[in-house]
């Protein structure tokens, strides 16, 4: 699977929006962009995936480079608990996901009071 | 959502014994799940592939004698670490593909944090 790259962490302050940046200009064209969090001590979660056109669900935005070489995580007002590792993941898909997915060093995302 | 749920949460045991970690899919059916392994301030580590009766295929650099993985039903996963020595001392999480309008997720339990001494 193609890579990703992200900066090893961000600092945000609650209430205002948070931009997750990640490149994977290696990207081909049956990758998916799949983004997860991990909180403290738990396993990863769900956020927010897509392949070419912007995404939103109640958790964030995903918004996708024209060139599909990049995309950025949007959360619209950050709040203490989306303090997490964020992960941004690039899957192959066969009729769906495979599940297998291997995971970077994502973007420890702090949120300041 | 889909929930996977993975016990015990935290588990301290003895040099040479077997720890059982059990992962289960409460509201759906699993055919495939995986086992991650997460050193301290690491990343996840994909470990293994569980498929629902028949035998798991395990990455590159993991000992499948060590970890047993046994997946008899489409709603529960095992891990077995076998003769456990400090060095298998991490946090464990597994993961399930969703069905139906959640197949393109995965779910992960909550992680199980096993202490060799």
């Known amino acids: 699977d193609a890579k990703t790259t992200q900066p090893n962490s961000m600092e945000s302050n609650e209430e205002e929006p948070v931009h997750l940046p990640c490149n994977h200009s290696t990207i081909s064209g049956t990758d998916y962009i799949h983004w997860y969090r991990q909180l403290p001590s738990q396993g990863p979660e769900y956020v927010i995936h897509g392949l070419t056109s912007n995404v939103n669900n109640r958790m964030a935005s995903l918004a996708i480079a024209e060139d599909r070489k990049s995309s950025t995580l949007i959360l619209h007002r950050a709040t203490l608990r989306d303090a997490a590792v964020y992960y941004c993941?690039?899957?192959?898909?066969?009729?769906?996901?495979?599940?297998?997915?291997?995971f970077g060093k994502g973007t420890k995302l702090s949120v300041k009071p | 959502g889909a929930v996977v749920s993975q016990h015990p949460s935290r588990v301290i045991c003895k040099s040479g014994t077997s720890v059982k970690i059990e992962c289960r899919s409460l509201?759906?059916?699993?055919?495939?799940m995986f086992w991650y392994r997460q050193f301290p301030k690491q990343s996840l580590m994909l470990m293994a592939t569980s498929n629902e009766g028949s035998k798991a295929t395990y990455e590159q650099g993991v000992e499948k004698d060590k970890f047993l993985i046994n997946h008899a039903s489409l709603t529960l996963s095992t891990l077995t670490v076998t003769s456990a020595h400090p060095e298998d001392s991490s946090f464990y999480i597994c993961?399930?593909?969703?069905?139906?309008?959640?197949?393109?997720?995965?779910?992960f339990g909550s992680g199980t944090q096993l202490s060799v001494l």
């Open positions: 993961s399930a593909k969703g069905q139906g309008a959640n197949n393109e997720k995965l779910f």
């Open positions: 509201d759906f059916q699993a055919t495939t």
């Open positions: 993941i690039l899957e192959k898909y066969y009729g769906g996901s495979q599940g297998n997915l291997i």
